[in-house]
Protein backbone atom coordinates (compact mmCIF):
# COMPACT_ATOMS: atom_id res chain seq x y z
CA UNK A 1 0.00 0.00 0.00
CA UNK A 2 3.22 2.43 0.72
CA UNK A 3 4.38 1.85 -3.15
CA UNK A 4 0.73 2.40 -4.21
CA UNK A 5 0.51 5.62 -2.26
CA UNK A 6 4.17 7.11 -3.13
CA UNK A 7 3.80 6.42 -6.57
CA UNK A 8 0.81 8.43 -7.35
CA UNK A 9 0.52 12.05 -6.47
CA UNK A 10 -1.59 13.65 -4.37
CA UNK A 11 -0.98 17.31 -4.03
CA UNK A 12 -3.83 19.58 -2.06
CA UNK A 13 -6.54 19.93 -4.17
CA UNK A 14 -5.27 16.81 -6.34
CA UNK A 15 -5.94 14.21 -4.12
CA UNK A 16 -9.56 12.25 -6.29
CA UNK A 17 -7.39 9.89 -8.48
CA UNK A 18 -5.51 8.80 -4.99
CA UNK A 19 -8.76 8.30 -3.14
CA UNK A 20 -10.07 5.98 -6.40
CA UNK A 21 -7.10 3.76 -6.21
CA UNK A 22 -7.30 3.50 -2.58
CA UNK A 23 -10.66 2.07 -2.79
CA UNK A 24 -10.44 -0.43 -5.74
CA UNK A 25 -6.71 -1.52 -4.09
CA UNK A 26 -8.27 -1.89 -0.27
CA UNK A 27 -11.55 -3.68 -1.43
CA UNK A 28 -9.68 -6.27 -2.98
CA UNK A 29 -8.32 -7.34 0.05
CA UNK A 30 -10.37 -6.54 2.19
CA UNK A 31 -14.06 -7.37 0.26
CA UNK A 32 -16.35 -7.15 3.95
CA UNK A 33 -15.18 -3.64 4.38
CA UNK A 34 -17.47 -1.10 2.55
CA UNK A 35 -15.46 1.43 0.82
CA UNK A 36 -16.47 4.36 -0.56
CA UNK A 37 -14.86 7.75 -2.30
CA UNK A 38 -16.82 11.00 -1.29
CA UNK A 39 -16.02 13.53 -4.68
CA UNK A 40 -16.87 16.85 -2.60
CA UNK A 41 -15.34 19.29 -4.88
CA UNK A 42 -13.52 19.04 -8.36
CA UNK A 43 -10.06 17.04 -7.93
CA UNK A 44 -11.18 16.95 -3.96
CA UNK A 45 -11.91 13.41 -2.16
CA UNK A 46 -12.19 11.47 0.56
CA UNK A 47 -12.46 7.51 0.97
CA UNK A 48 -14.35 6.53 3.94
CA UNK A 49 -14.58 2.65 5.23
CA UNK A 50 -16.78 2.08 7.76
CA UNK A 51 -17.99 -1.07 10.10
CA UNK A 52 -20.80 -0.69 12.40
CA UNK A 53 -22.45 -3.69 14.34
CA UNK A 54 -24.90 -2.10 17.24
CA UNK A 55 -25.16 1.35 18.54
CA UNK A 56 -21.90 1.82 20.58
CA UNK A 57 -19.72 4.67 20.29
CA UNK A 58 -17.80 5.54 17.11
CA UNK A 59 -14.37 5.65 16.45
CA UNK A 60 -12.61 7.47 13.66
CA UNK A 61 -8.66 6.30 12.58
CA UNK A 62 -7.84 9.22 10.32
CA UNK A 63 -4.88 9.98 7.78
CA UNK A 64 -5.09 11.95 4.86
CA UNK A 65 -3.90 12.02 1.53
CA UNK A 66 -2.64 15.01 0.09
CA UNK A 67 0.91 15.72 0.79
CA UNK A 68 3.46 18.74 1.89
CA UNK A 69 5.15 19.36 -1.48
CA UNK A 70 3.04 19.14 -4.92
CA UNK A 71 5.37 17.02 -6.47
CA UNK A 72 6.24 18.76 -8.97
CA UNK A 73 9.90 19.93 -8.93
CA UNK A 74 9.89 22.94 -10.94
CA UNK A 75 7.16 24.64 -8.28
CA UNK A 76 8.99 22.65 -5.09
CA UNK A 77 12.22 23.87 -6.01
CA UNK A 78 11.62 27.07 -3.92
CA UNK A 79 11.14 25.06 -0.65
CA UNK A 80 13.61 22.33 -1.41
CA UNK A 81 16.46 23.93 -3.27
CA UNK A 82 18.36 21.95 -5.57
CA UNK A 83 18.22 18.67 -3.36
CA UNK A 84 14.57 17.39 -3.17
CA UNK A 85 14.70 13.46 -2.00
CA UNK A 86 14.18 10.77 -4.53
CA UNK A 87 11.07 11.03 -6.70
CA UNK A 88 9.70 7.43 -6.10
CA UNK A 89 9.58 5.10 -3.83
CA UNK A 90 12.75 3.43 -2.49
CA UNK A 91 13.37 1.08 -0.39
CA UNK A 92 16.90 -0.89 1.37
CA UNK A 93 15.32 -3.14 3.27
CA UNK A 94 14.58 -1.09 6.22
CA UNK A 95 14.06 2.31 5.19
CA UNK A 96 11.61 3.41 2.90
CA UNK A 97 11.65 6.47 1.37
CA UNK A 98 9.76 8.37 -1.59
CA UNK A 99 7.64 12.14 -1.73
CA UNK A 100 4.85 12.33 0.99
CA UNK A 101 6.20 8.74 2.59
CA UNK A 102 6.26 11.15 5.75
CA UNK A 103 3.52 13.54 5.27
CA UNK A 104 1.46 11.06 5.35
CA UNK A 105 1.62 8.07 3.48
CA UNK A 106 3.38 5.76 5.05
CA UNK A 107 0.92 6.49 8.27
CA UNK A 108 -1.99 6.19 5.95
CA UNK A 109 -1.25 2.93 5.13
CA UNK A 110 -0.20 1.86 8.44
CA UNK A 111 -3.78 3.20 9.64
CA UNK A 112 -5.63 1.61 7.15
CA UNK A 113 -4.27 -2.01 7.81
CA UNK A 114 -4.56 -1.55 11.55
CA UNK A 115 -8.48 -0.89 10.85
CA UNK A 116 -9.24 -3.77 8.68
CA UNK A 117 -7.19 -5.86 11.43
CA UNK A 118 -9.66 -4.69 14.23
CA UNK A 119 -12.59 -5.11 11.61
CA UNK A 120 -11.96 -8.68 10.83
CA UNK A 121 -11.13 -9.35 14.85
CA UNK A 122 -14.33 -7.41 15.73
CA UNK A 123 -15.88 -9.49 13.21
CA UNK A 124 -14.47 -12.73 14.35
CA UNK A 125 -15.28 -12.55 18.31
CA UNK A 126 -18.91 -11.05 17.23
CA UNK A 127 -18.05 -7.53 19.25
CA UNK A 128 -20.26 -4.92 18.41
CA UNK A 129 -18.12 -2.06 16.96
CA UNK A 130 -18.55 1.35 14.97
CA UNK A 131 -14.94 1.74 13.19
CA UNK A 132 -14.87 4.43 10.89
CA UNK A 133 -11.52 4.87 8.50
CA UNK A 134 -10.97 8.26 7.15
CA UNK A 135 -8.27 8.76 4.67
CA UNK A 136 -9.32 12.71 4.15
CA UNK A 137 -8.26 15.70 1.35
CA UNK A 138 -6.43 18.24 2.41
CA UNK A 139 -4.94 17.36 5.51
CA UNK A 140 -2.25 19.54 5.36
CA UNK A 141 -1.73 22.16 6.80
CA UNK A 142 -2.02 25.63 4.52
CA UNK A 143 -3.43 28.50 3.97
CA UNK A 144 -4.72 30.90 1.05
CA UNK A 145 -3.87 34.51 1.43
CA UNK A 146 -6.25 36.90 0.09
CA UNK A 147 -5.07 37.54 -3.56
CA UNK A 148 -1.65 35.45 -2.75
CA UNK A 149 -2.78 32.24 -4.15
CA UNK A 150 -1.23 29.83 -6.29
CA UNK A 151 -2.94 29.11 -9.16
CA UNK A 152 -2.32 25.08 -8.79
CA UNK A 153 -3.33 25.79 -5.02
CA UNK A 154 -6.96 24.74 -3.40
CA UNK A 155 -8.55 27.62 -2.70
CA UNK A 156 -9.71 26.49 0.71
CA UNK A 157 -8.09 26.38 4.04
CA UNK A 158 -6.87 23.34 5.35
CA UNK A 159 -8.52 20.76 6.43
CA UNK A 160 -11.69 20.95 3.78
CA UNK A 161 -11.80 17.11 4.25
CA UNK A 162 -12.43 16.76 8.07
CA UNK A 163 -14.58 19.42 7.66
CA UNK A 164 -16.83 17.50 4.51
CA UNK A 165 -16.05 14.52 6.93
CA UNK A 166 -18.22 16.17 10.12
CA UNK A 167 -21.30 17.81 7.97
CA UNK A 168 -23.89 16.51 10.11
CA UNK A 169 -22.28 14.28 12.42
CA UNK A 170 -20.37 13.31 15.72
CA UNK A 171 -18.04 10.65 16.04
CA UNK A 172 -17.11 9.86 19.93
CA UNK A 173 -13.43 9.63 19.14
CA UNK A 174 -10.78 10.15 16.65
CA UNK A 175 -7.11 8.22 16.18
CA UNK A 176 -4.83 10.53 14.11
CA UNK A 177 -2.14 8.45 12.50
CA UNK A 178 0.66 11.18 11.72
CA UNK A 179 4.46 11.19 12.16
CA UNK A 180 5.49 12.63 15.08
CA UNK A 181 7.60 11.91 18.62
CA UNK A 182 7.93 8.93 19.97
CA UNK A 183 4.90 9.23 22.09
CA UNK A 184 0.96 10.08 22.44
CA UNK A 185 -0.25 13.50 21.91
CA UNK A 186 -3.34 14.56 23.43
CA UNK A 187 -2.78 18.06 23.18
CA UNK A 188 -1.67 20.13 20.12
CA UNK A 189 -0.60 23.75 19.43
CA UNK A 190 -2.73 26.48 17.64
CA UNK A 191 -1.19 27.96 14.37
CA UNK A 192 -1.63 31.42 12.52
CA UNK A 193 -0.88 31.84 9.37
CA UNK A 194 -0.19 35.63 8.93
CA UNK A 195 0.55 38.16 6.41
CA UNK A 196 3.01 41.42 7.06
CA UNK A 197 2.77 44.03 3.94
CA UNK A 198 5.77 46.35 4.14
CA UNK A 199 4.31 48.86 1.69
CA UNK A 200 6.26 51.83 -0.06
CA UNK A 201 6.79 53.69 -3.63
CA UNK A 202 7.28 51.84 -6.59
CA UNK A 203 9.65 53.12 -9.43
CA UNK A 204 11.17 52.03 -12.83
CA UNK A 205 14.73 50.61 -12.65
CA UNK A 206 15.51 53.13 -15.11
CA UNK A 207 14.33 55.85 -13.31
CA UNK A 208 15.75 54.88 -9.55
CA UNK A 209 18.28 57.56 -9.22
CA UNK A 210 15.66 59.90 -9.18
CA UNK A 211 12.49 58.49 -7.52
CA UNK A 212 13.93 55.26 -5.18
CA UNK A 213 18.08 56.11 -4.79
CA UNK A 214 17.85 53.76 -1.86
CA UNK A 215 16.33 50.31 -3.93
CA UNK A 216 12.79 51.33 -2.33
CA UNK A 217 10.62 48.56 -0.28
CA UNK A 218 12.86 45.22 -1.65
CA UNK A 219 16.10 46.73 0.50
CA UNK A 220 13.67 46.27 4.10
CA UNK A 221 13.45 42.97 2.88
CA UNK A 222 16.46 41.77 5.17
CA UNK A 223 15.22 44.10 8.33
CA UNK A 224 11.14 43.01 8.30
CA UNK A 225 12.54 39.46 8.32
CA UNK A 226 14.86 40.68 11.84
CA UNK A 227 11.86 42.65 13.14
CA UNK A 228 9.81 39.28 12.82
CA UNK A 229 12.70 37.13 14.50
CA UNK A 230 13.20 39.91 17.14
CA UNK A 231 9.67 39.70 18.16
CA UNK A 232 9.91 35.35 17.64
CA UNK A 233 12.42 35.38 21.13
CA UNK A 234 10.14 36.94 23.17
CA UNK A 235 7.05 35.50 22.03
CA UNK A 236 9.05 32.01 22.51
CA UNK A 237 10.16 33.68 26.40
CA UNK A 238 6.01 33.45 27.32
CA UNK A 239 5.50 30.55 30.51
CA UNK A 240 3.46 27.35 29.46
CA UNK A 241 0.84 26.13 31.27
CA UNK A 242 2.28 23.52 33.87
CA UNK A 243 2.52 19.86 31.88
CA UNK A 244 1.51 21.65 28.74
CA UNK A 245 2.50 18.90 25.57
CA UNK A 246 3.11 22.08 23.12
CA UNK A 247 5.58 24.40 22.61
CA UNK A 248 5.84 27.86 20.59
CA UNK A 249 7.16 28.94 17.11
CA UNK A 250 7.53 31.34 14.61
CA UNK A 251 9.39 31.80 11.30
CA UNK A 252 9.12 33.45 7.58
CA UNK A 253 8.42 30.72 5.41
CA UNK A 254 8.20 32.64 1.80
CA UNK A 255 8.53 36.37 0.61
CA UNK A 256 7.34 37.82 -2.44
CA UNK A 257 7.75 41.42 -3.91
CA UNK A 258 7.44 42.66 -7.44
CA UNK A 259 6.89 41.08 -10.14
CA UNK A 260 9.39 38.14 -11.97
CA UNK A 261 8.57 38.78 -15.24
CA UNK A 262 9.47 42.34 -14.55
CA UNK A 263 12.26 43.03 -12.41
CA UNK A 264 12.90 46.75 -14.35
CA UNK A 265 10.22 47.46 -12.09
CA UNK A 266 10.81 48.17 -8.55
CA UNK A 267 8.09 46.48 -6.59
CA UNK A 268 6.12 48.81 -3.85
CA UNK A 269 4.62 45.69 -1.61
CA UNK A 270 7.00 43.23 -0.04
CA UNK A 271 4.73 40.01 1.99
CA UNK A 272 6.45 38.12 4.58
CA UNK A 273 4.38 34.71 4.97
CA UNK A 274 4.94 34.41 8.46
CA UNK A 275 3.93 30.97 10.58
CA UNK A 276 3.31 31.16 14.31
CA UNK A 277 2.37 27.78 16.27
CA UNK A 278 0.79 29.21 19.09
CA UNK A 279 0.58 28.19 22.63
CA UNK A 280 -2.45 27.66 24.96
CA UNK A 281 -4.56 30.32 25.69
CA UNK A 282 -2.58 32.74 22.67
CA UNK A 283 -4.56 35.42 21.49
CA UNK A 284 -4.70 36.32 18.25
CA UNK A 285 -4.66 40.18 17.97
CA UNK A 286 -1.91 40.31 20.45
CA UNK A 287 0.05 38.76 18.25
CA UNK A 288 -0.80 40.70 15.36
CA UNK A 289 -0.24 43.80 17.78
CA UNK A 290 3.03 42.72 18.21
CA UNK A 291 3.96 41.43 15.41
CA UNK A 292 3.44 44.69 13.32
CA UNK A 293 4.56 46.75 16.15
CA UNK A 294 8.34 44.50 16.52
CA UNK A 295 8.57 44.61 12.44
CA UNK A 296 7.60 48.58 12.27
CA UNK A 297 10.30 48.99 14.80
CA UNK A 298 13.06 47.05 12.41
CA UNK A 299 12.78 49.12 9.76
CA UNK A 300 12.56 51.97 11.75
CA UNK A 301 16.19 51.65 12.69
CA UNK A 302 17.45 49.90 9.19
CA UNK A 303 16.35 51.20 6.02
CA UNK A 304 12.77 50.99 5.80
CA UNK A 305 12.18 54.33 7.37
CA UNK A 306 8.74 55.94 6.09
CA UNK A 307 7.39 52.30 5.01
CA UNK A 308 4.10 51.22 6.01
CA UNK A 309 3.43 48.19 7.73
CA UNK A 310 0.46 45.97 8.51
CA UNK A 311 -0.15 42.25 9.11
CA UNK A 312 -3.31 40.47 8.12
CA UNK A 313 -4.43 37.13 9.22
CA UNK A 314 -5.25 34.21 6.93
CA UNK A 315 -6.07 31.36 9.19
CA UNK A 316 -5.91 31.15 12.58
CA UNK A 317 -7.08 28.22 15.04
CA UNK A 318 -6.49 28.06 18.41
CA UNK A 319 -4.74 25.54 20.67
CA UNK A 320 -6.75 22.37 22.23
CA UNK A 321 -6.64 19.76 24.29
CA UNK A 322 -8.69 16.36 25.27
CA UNK A 323 -8.37 15.58 28.89
CA UNK A 324 -5.87 12.48 29.20
CA UNK A 325 -8.50 10.78 31.29
CA UNK A 326 -10.84 10.21 28.13
CA UNK A 327 -11.52 6.91 26.96
CA UNK A 328 -9.58 7.18 23.67
CA UNK A 329 -6.46 8.71 25.42
CA UNK A 330 -6.65 6.04 27.99
CA UNK A 331 -7.00 3.24 25.44
CA UNK A 332 -3.94 4.85 23.40
CA UNK A 333 -1.93 4.88 26.57
CA UNK A 334 -2.72 1.51 27.26
CA UNK A 335 -2.36 -0.01 23.78
CA UNK A 336 1.23 1.99 24.00
CA UNK A 337 2.16 0.42 26.95
CA UNK A 338 1.02 -3.19 26.69
CA UNK A 339 3.22 -3.23 23.37
CA UNK A 340 6.21 -1.36 24.35
CA UNK A 341 6.29 -3.01 28.21
CA UNK A 342 6.65 0.44 29.50
CA UNK A 343 4.62 3.67 29.62
CA UNK A 344 4.32 5.90 26.77
CA UNK A 345 7.07 9.01 26.98
CA UNK A 346 6.48 12.07 28.25
CA UNK A 347 5.58 14.81 25.08
CA UNK A 348 6.48 18.59 26.12
CA UNK A 349 7.90 21.40 23.89
CA UNK A 350 5.90 20.25 21.05
CA UNK A 351 5.26 22.43 18.20
CA UNK A 352 3.31 20.48 15.36
CA UNK A 353 0.01 21.58 14.35
CA UNK A 354 -2.65 19.30 12.58
CA UNK A 355 -6.12 18.76 11.80
CA UNK A 356 -6.55 17.61 14.91
CA UNK A 357 -7.48 21.08 15.91
CA UNK A 358 -10.55 20.58 13.75
CA UNK A 359 -11.77 17.31 14.71
CA UNK A 360 -11.70 19.06 18.55
CA UNK A 361 -12.93 22.00 17.65
CA UNK A 362 -16.16 19.96 16.67
CA UNK A 363 -16.00 18.47 20.65
CA UNK A 364 -14.34 15.09 19.24
CA UNK A 365 -11.93 13.30 21.35
CA UNK A 366 -8.89 13.33 19.71
CA UNK A 367 -5.23 11.32 20.43
CA UNK A 368 -2.57 11.66 18.36
CA UNK A 369 0.53 9.17 17.48
CA UNK A 370 2.77 7.63 14.60
CA UNK A 371 6.26 6.90 13.58
CA UNK A 372 9.18 9.40 13.69
CA UNK A 373 10.69 10.42 10.24
CA UNK A 374 14.33 9.34 10.14
CA UNK A 375 16.88 10.55 8.22
CA UNK A 376 17.25 9.36 4.49
CA UNK A 377 20.89 9.64 2.70
CA UNK A 378 19.75 10.84 -0.29
CA UNK A 379 17.64 13.38 1.23
CA UNK A 380 13.59 13.40 1.41
CA UNK A 381 11.42 11.97 3.54
CA UNK A 382 11.70 8.88 5.06
CA UNK A 383 10.68 6.27 7.73
CA UNK A 384 11.68 2.76 9.09
CA UNK A 385 9.56 -0.34 7.77
CA UNK A 386 9.57 -1.88 11.29
CA UNK A 387 8.40 1.52 12.98
CA UNK A 388 5.09 1.11 10.53
CA UNK A 389 4.86 -2.04 10.82
CA UNK A 390 4.24 -1.64 14.48
CA UNK A 391 2.21 1.66 14.60
CA UNK A 392 -0.19 -0.64 12.13
CA UNK A 393 -0.74 -3.47 15.03
CA UNK A 394 -0.60 -0.48 17.81
CA UNK A 395 -3.86 1.44 15.93
CA UNK A 396 -5.48 -2.12 15.50
CA UNK A 397 -4.34 -2.62 19.31
CA UNK A 398 -6.14 1.12 20.54
CA UNK A 399 -9.38 0.25 18.20
CA UNK A 400 -9.90 -3.25 19.98
CA UNK A 401 -9.19 -1.34 23.60
CA UNK A 402 -11.84 1.05 22.01
CA UNK A 403 -13.93 -1.78 21.79
CA UNK A 404 -13.94 -3.39 24.43
CA UNK A 405 -12.56 -1.52 27.38
CA UNK A 406 -12.56 -3.63 30.24
CA UNK A 407 -9.67 -5.35 28.45
Given at each position: ?16 A??E ?32 S ?28 S ?23 G ?39 H?G ?19 G ?10 A?P???LY?E???AF?V ?7 A??M ?22 E ?32 K ?53 L ?17 A ?15 W ?6 L ?20 G ?29
Amino acid sequence: MVAGLVARASAAGSEAALAEWVRGWAADRWPEIEWSVDLFQPGRANVVARAQSGAVPELVLYSHLDTTLSGDRRADRFVVGSSPGPDRFETDGELVSGPGVVVAKGPAAAVTVGFARAVEEARRSRRKHDLTLLLAAGGTHRATPHGGAQASAPQDRAGAGVARFLTGRRPDAALVAKAGPPGLLYEEPGAAFLVVRVEGPWAPVMARIRSLPDGGVPTAAGDAVAGVEHWRLAYRRRALPERSQVGREVAVGALRCGLPDKPDLIGGLLELYVYVIMGPEDDGAEIVDGLRAAVQAALARGSGRGLSVAVEVSDLIVSARTDPGRPIVRAAMAAWEAANRRPAPEVRGWTGSTDGLALRAAGVDTVRLGPSPVPSPGGGEALRWSELRRYAQLYAEIARRWITPSG
